[in-house]
């Protein structure tokens, strides 16, 4: 049990800045839907698609192979590592700005270069400090890690503020008239959504300034026989990760061209894509978790090769993360009534609502893939998280096209759901053959089919009023919570208590 309190601790940690960081740049989707219509936002949710792309390609691997390989040797991994990280990524934004007119141009935004040259410094920077993040994660300097990805998402967000509800607002002339001609000065109309890659890259150059203990231990170091080793190990987790980033991006590079004319009545496939790709972050809720888990438990499990306790540790943590995956899941699904008034300033963005709950499910199914995946990197068989992902991928691109032609952006999340369902039941099925981990199947399907039944129920039933939704959804989330402690009363109450109470 100690085990999993200090995992659980980590995971708290890491958590805290997650949670909050994310809860503050998800107050960009309330100011990007309130400055700007679906349709212009299209270019940021397409560009962006590609820009989590870039982020797997630039790193190619080596943060997980940073921590496989750096407790036989952490300064001389770190070294190679970030010297291989920092030349290609020189590299492969140097291509970016130098082509970017006909890159952008065959993206269909001809005009706006400036738009990938910002994107090709936020991503180089990403890559750079990857490392040097993972090495902070790995000597467990948890406080500084939280610190610099707060710090990056709060100057973010004022950012988005400032250029977005403050300086457009004011030279539209919406207030402050007065400052009108100094803000059409410093606004410029042409540019519109592009702010939010600006205020991106000055947040992301901050990143330098709280790393700079990890930058000035590095030296450039290379030696072609040790990388040799590294990419080995790291090359099928990166192509595994393209193909799991393409997986999730790959209905919005495709919605606008796969969805039929007029599908949506008096919308174009532009806004229809405005609307699901804002539509969609409500479901970061989800990844949350996710990401605060893998933080705290890859570098945590991956230490821990030769343990032999692990399977039983992996399965009770599996549980546990089920378990709050599942309150997010009803959390959010049972709130957004209220969530997209608060969250969605212009009505039209309401339209795509009802995908939210099918994306919430997909992202748990794909936070426990991600799970119960440390089996293959564990027996160094990593070959095996490419073989799932690509059938995931080709799951995802079949009901795609299958789908949006004929339920539009919902198609999408089915098809997301499809494949990351898929990925979880190979990826379970396999790591019983490799590695046996006792999970507990049977409570985990219970959890899942009785949450998605009261979700399901509850959204037949619609309230007029906020003052009645509210309070009803609230009881109905602790009756939930009531039985969860009932079925894992062993578990979370204590002895005594139990004993005392006969529980």
């Known amino acids: 049990m100690s085990v999993l309190k200090k995992l659980a601790g980590e995971t708290a940690s890491y958590g805290i800045s997650t949670i909050l960081g994310r809860s503050l740049n998800f107050l960009l989707v309330f100011i990007h839907t309130a400055a700007f219509m679906p349709g212009e936002l299209g270019i940021n949710i397409k560009l962006y698609s590609y820009v989590a792309l870039a982020n797997i390609i630039y790193t190619y691997g080596m943060e997980t192979a940073f921590f496989r390989f750096a407790p ?8 190679i590592i970030q010297s291989a990280v920092i030349v290609s990524s020189i590299f492969f934004s140097g291509i970016l700005i130098i082509f970017s007119s006909p890159i952008i141009a065959y993206l269909g935004y001809q005009g706006k270069e400036i738009f990938l040259i910002w994107i090709a410094l936020i991503i180089a920077i990403d890559a750079i400090t990857a490392i040097p993040f993972a090495r902070l994660r790995l000597e467990k300097k948890t406080s500084r890690f939280v610190k610099a990805k707060i710090v990056n998402i709060l100057i973010n967000v004022f950012l988005n503020i400032f250029f977005l509800l403050v300086l457009k607002k004011i030279a539209e002339g919406d207030y402050f008239t007065s400052l009108q001609p100094m803000a059409t000065k410093l606004y410029n109309p042409k540019i519109g959504a592009g702010y939010i890659f600006l205020a991106n890259l000055i947040a992301n150059a901050t990143f330098f300034y709280f790393l700079r203990p990890e930058f000035r231990d590095f030296t450039f170091q290379f030696d072609k026989k040790e990388f040799k080793k590294l990419w080995i190990y790291a090359y099928p987790i990166m192509i595994m990760l393209v193909a799991s980033t393409f997986n999730m991006v790959f209905d919005r590079m495709l919605l606008e061209k796969l969805l039929p004319e007029d599908f949506y009545p008096n919308r174009t496939s532009q806004e ?17 978790a996710t990401q605060a888990f893998r933080y705290a438990a890859e570098p945590f499990f991956l230490s821990k090769t030769g343990d032999k306790n692990s399977p039983d540790v992996l399965a009770d943590v599996t549980k546990w993360f089920l378990i709050t995956c599942i309150f997010i899941w009803l959390g959010v699904s049972l709130n957004l009534d209220w969530l997209k008034v608060f969250f969605l300033r212009k009505k039209i963005y309401w339209e795509g609502i009802s995908v939210v709950p099918v994306l919430l499910l997909a992202n748990l199914f794909l936070g426990i893939y991600y799970n119960i995946s440390v089996w293959f990197k564990l027996n160094n068989k990593t070959y095996f998280g ?11 691109i079949i009901a795609n096209i299958i789908l949006i032609p004929r339920i539009g952006y919902m198609g ?9 369902f898929s990925m979880t039941a190979l990826c379970y099925w396999l790591g019983q053959r490799y590695y046996p981990v006792p999970y507990k199947i049977e409570s985990a399907l219970g959890y899942i089919i009785s949450a ?6 509850v959204m037949q039933i619609q309230f007029d009023s906020l003052w009645l939704s509210i309070p009803y959804h609230l009881i109905l989330l602790l009756l939930y919570t009531a039985g969860v402690v009932i079925v894992e009363r062993k578990t979370i109450i204590p002895l005594k208590i139990r004993d005392k109470y006969k529980l």
């Open 386 to 396: 490419t073989l799932i992902t690509f059938i995931g991928l080709a799951i995802t």
């Open 72 to 79: 036989e040797n952490e300064t001389k991994y770190y070294n």
């Open 452 to 457: 998605g039944l009261l979700i399901y129920c």
């Open 412 to 420: 999408c999340a089915v098809a997301f759901l499809i494949s990351c």
């Open 272 to 288: 229809a894509l405005g609307i699901y790709g804002n539509v969609y972050k409500l479901s970061i809720f989800m990844s949350l």
